[in-house]
């Protein structure tokens, strides 16, 4: 029988890997990283570490051997070279399907609920449960939650103001600001209603933190129950600083659940969730309501109410992302050898004199960090001890901060520079800068459909794809908008880079004012992995390049 686990620290005592730290997409999806994580995969013929290929040169880079790899959701690239000798499933069902042969597949208690219910169609499961823990309810007032975020809203609204008020490009846009406009639980009871729960489980940080008002204590989650108005926060038991006033205790979060909800639909987030818990949620015969990509949307949609927090996000991107890659440059022109971990450094050591010399009151921290030499790999990932000389031929920083507050993360930023060292990738470079702000944020306006920005940044680039074919940044091997259409070009932003709200075919999503997002062109090709990205807001008047010095 082939066994699932997505255990993380048998992935570190097997592997060597620690997954948090080496993959990317595991640092950037604060919301679902357990649906990217790497599982365990144990069959009578072996084992395997199932990776997505979009993390293949980061579990390269780490040292785990490509034989004990098994990749699956082919990563998007118009640079086929680089994957050729590297085969992917087309997805985790297809690869679990085959590795099962026939035979039925054992999930372990700590694989989400989302690829139980990916397999269920697929292979026949059996799950192991959890052993259950008891918790202790406290309840949160709702009024609490509205006069934290005001408080920390009105000093975000006064530091962004002074921050940008000398950056003449960014004129208008502190008008914009507002520190009373608060629609967390109206949005959420509209999310409710649209799904006719009964009661919503709420455990990924992003979404906890949002909905309390205070940092996550180590297992907790929090039940919003909306025929009473009531926020609920479950913690096990002994836990310390917990918010709220203790109500009682029970079992385990099944049975609190169970209890406290006046009905079985339950929505959980089922990109987080373990299938453990899904299955104790069952055994207490709650009705089980998939709504991470609602979820997801509740942040995006209501982002711009912090836009004082994005913007002291982005300016702190900029600055840090710049001047890290001006130290760069300056040193490899002077012929000095460093690695990608001094660049991280400097960039790390930028976030705080911007904290320090700007008087920022809140914690700036690093969200995610892509910064890699495409000589060590054109795959995105974090920095690790490689040399950049005089042979570096292109590197890319692409990286987001969090401003946080009590433990609470207000804003998050995601922006990418490069420094590109050969004339073509010089040349791409500045030109992917004019596709950004014009060809892909100069659609950005009320009333534009998502996926048709992506329709219109090809035809943008259209005319110019035969040069990047002259100077030998794209091949002629390769349809390029049938493999752009597989990627995005910008997101909204939602506490996170959203993946509910994507610059891409299918998604439907409308902008508005105070639709706030990323505006992106990765580029992959041959000897240069080349990101530039901004970040964008649409306002009353018009729409702003945010991360633009």
């Known amino acids: 029988m082939l066994s699932l686990t997505a255990d993380a620290s048998q992935v570190e005592q097997i592997y060597g890997l620690d997954a948090r730290k080496s993959l990317l997409f595991s640092a950037i999806r604060l919301d679902s990283y357990p649906l990217v994580a790497p599982l365990i995969a144990r069959t009578d013929a072996g084992r395997y570490l199932l990776v997505r290929q979009q993390e293949q040169g980061n579990a390269l880079s780490a040292g785990v051997p490509k034989a004990q790899i098994k990749f699956y959701a082919p990563w998007v690239t118009i640079d086929p070279r680089i994957v050729a000798d590297t085969s992917a499933s087309a997805s985790l069902a297809t690869l679990v399907e085959d590795l099962a042969d026939g035979a039925p597949v054992r999930l372990a208690a700590d694989v989400v609920y989302s690829h139980y219910r990916t397999l269920a169609g697929s292979v026949d499961l059996v799950v192991d449960g959890q052993d259950p823990t008891p918790v202790t309810a406290y309840e949160i007032d709702v009024e609490t939650v509205l006069t934290r975020f005001a408080g920390w809203r009105q000093e975000g609204v006064r530091t962004a103001r002074r921050l940008i008020e000398d950056v003449e490009h960014l004129s208008g846009l502190s008008e914009e600001f507002s520190a009373d406009q608060d629609s967390r639980f109206e949005a959420l009871r509209a999310l409710i209603d649209d799904r006719s729960l009964d009661a919503l489980l709420i455990t990924a940080p992003p979404n906890f933190t949002e909905v309390t008002g205070f940092a996550q204590p180590n297992g907790a989650a929090a039940l919003w129950l909306p025929d009473m108005n009531r926020l609920i926060v479950l913690a096990p038991e002994g836990t310390s600083g917990v918010h709220g006033s203790p109500i009682d205790q029970f079992p385990s979060v099944g049975a609190a659940v169970r209890t406290l909800a006046r009905g079985a639909r339950t929505g959980v987030e089922d990109e987080w969730i373990t299938v453990g818990l899904a299955r104790e949620l069952e055994d207490e015969h709650a009705e089980l309501v998939p709504v991470s990509t609602d979820l997801a949307h509740w942040r995006d949609v209501r982002d711009h109410e912090d836009l004082a927090f994005q913007v002291i996000a982005a300016r702190a991107s900029v600055f840090a992302i710049e001047e890290a890659l001006a130290w760069a440059e300056e040193g490899l022109d002077a012929g000095r050898s460093f690695s990608e971990l001094d660049i991280n450094a400097v960039y790390l050591d930028k976030l705080t004199e911007f904290r320090t010399a700007d008087e920022i009151p809140f914690d700036i921290e690093p969200y995610f960090t892509n910064l890699h030499s495409s000589n060590r790999m054109l795959f995105p990932g974090p920095p690790v001890d490689f040399p950049i000389n005089a042979d570096t031929t292109c590197i890319q920083l692409d990286a987001g901060v969090r401003v946080v507050i009590d433990g609470v993360t207000v804003a998050t930023s995601d922006m990418a520079r490069t420094l590109p060292r050969t004339a073509a990738a010089k040349e791409a470079y500045n030109f992917f800068f004019e596709v950004v702000r014009q060809g892909i944020i100069g659609q950005l306006r009320p009333g534009v459909v998502c996926e048709d920005v992506h329709e219109g940044t090809l035809r943008y680039l259209a005319p110019h794809l035969d040069r990047m074919v002259e100077i030998g940044m794209l091949g002629t091997d390769v349809d390029f908008n049938t493999e752009y259409r597989k990627r995005n070009v910008g997101h909204l932003m939602g506490k996170q880079e959203s993946f509910a ?49």
Do not use: C
């Not at 299918?506 to 990101?531: C, D, F, M, Q, T």
């Open 501 to 549: 709200n994507e610059l891409r075919p299918g998604y439907k999503h409308v902008l508005e004012v105070g639709s706030y997002g990323a505006a992106e062109i990765p580029w992959r090709y041959e000897n240069a992995a080349i990101g530039t990205e901004d970040l964008w807001y649409v306002g009353r008047d018009r729409t702003y390049i945010v991360s633009k010095r």
